[in-house]
């Protein structure tokens, strides 16, 4: 499936005026990458936007040039090439970096801005919910690798309809993260249905009573009355159990830099950690670091 690519440009005071500023001084700021922090990352530079319109505003010191913050998704494995071929500003990962990847960095810096997990989401229509609230791993193993074909293999009870399995993208974190929490060395059916980002997959799981899939948790605290999140081995996936570790298919969102941060990259860092940054992560459904 070929990889698609969503592209966030937040652009609000457009040309701005003509005043020059130094020659070295860039007014855009890009980030590149996973699909679950873009829409984050997204609507705070909307708000740091609406809220000051050029640099100077947000700091004496810099020119007064409009803010242009551009922020695409092309998944994880992209944020980190972005960084290595020097053509984003910030990658953004849903996964932890792998040391192969930091070692090509001799500066490499990572932000970390909220906790995640991979909820193992079933359309809340399907039969399953009013007999089973808990899939062990080894269930779960089964159902995405194909093993179990259809609903009854779950559990004799059920109709014998096809599972619908979901998930994203060869290049999405999520991918990498359900592979090593979950599957190890079994592989994902390549029946699965691939999606394009975290939303299209929850979405995907909405509209079909058949389907399961490794939802985000914020997309689950976004669809909460279209899906039903399983419990893993008997854990329920709560903010209280991702935190102390407990439930097991769990990730970090956020992005990294192979250099110094400039002043004015410094300046919308500092915005994303502010109570608003935090205020906009929870309102996403994920967990802000404090």
């Known amino acids: ?35 679950s922090l873009a829409p984050i990352i997204a609507s705070i530079g909307n708000k740091f936007m609406e809220e000051y319109g050029t640099w100077d505003k947000v700091n004496s010191n810099l020119p007064n040039e409009k803010i242009s913050i551009f922020v695409a ?3 994880s494995g992209a944020g980190v090439k972005s960084i290595l ?36 989401s079933v359309n809340s229509k399907n039969p399953i919910v009013k ?12 159902i995405f690798s194909g093993e179990y074909k259809y609903w009854s293999d779950v559990d004799v009870s059920l109709p014998k309809k096809e599972i619908v399995v979901i998930i994203r993208d060869l290049s999405g974190g999520a991918y990498e993260v359900f592979q ?23 979405t995907k799981i909405a509209e079909n009573e058949n389907a399961i899939g490794y939802a985000s948790y914020g997309v689950y605290n976004q669809n909460k009355d279209k899906l039903f999140a399983l419990k893993v081995d008997g854990i329920e996936p709560t903010k209280e159990n991702i935190l102390n570790g407990s439930y097991k298919i769990q990730r970090p969102l956020m992005f990294i830099k192979n250099s110094e941060l400039s ?17 906009i992560v929870n309102e996403n459904g994920y967990i802000a670091v404090e």
């Open 73 to 75: 998704s092309a998944g």
């Open 263 to 279: 002043e004015n990259e410094n300046e919308f860092v500092n915005y994303i950690f502010s109570d608003l940054g935090k205020q």
């Open 85 to 120: 071929d020097n053509t984003a500003n910030f990658g953004m990962l849903a996964r932890k970096i792998r040391d192969s990847e930091k070692e090509k960095m001799k500066n490499y810096k990572e932000f970390m801005v909220a906790y995640d997990a991979l909820t193992v």
């Open 131 to 142: 007999i089973k609230d808990n899939l062990d791993t080894k269930t779960i193993r089964n």
């Open 1 to 35: 499936m070929k990889n698609l690519i969503i592209l966030f440009l937040i652009c609000l005071y457009g040309c701005g005026d003509n005043k020059k500023s130094s020659s070295d001084f860039k007014s855009e700021i890009s980030f590149d990458g996973s699909s």
């Open 180 to 202: 090593e929490s979950i599957m190890g060395e079994t592989q994902i059916s390549a029946n699965a249905i691939q999606s394009p980002s975290m939303g299209a997959l929850g």
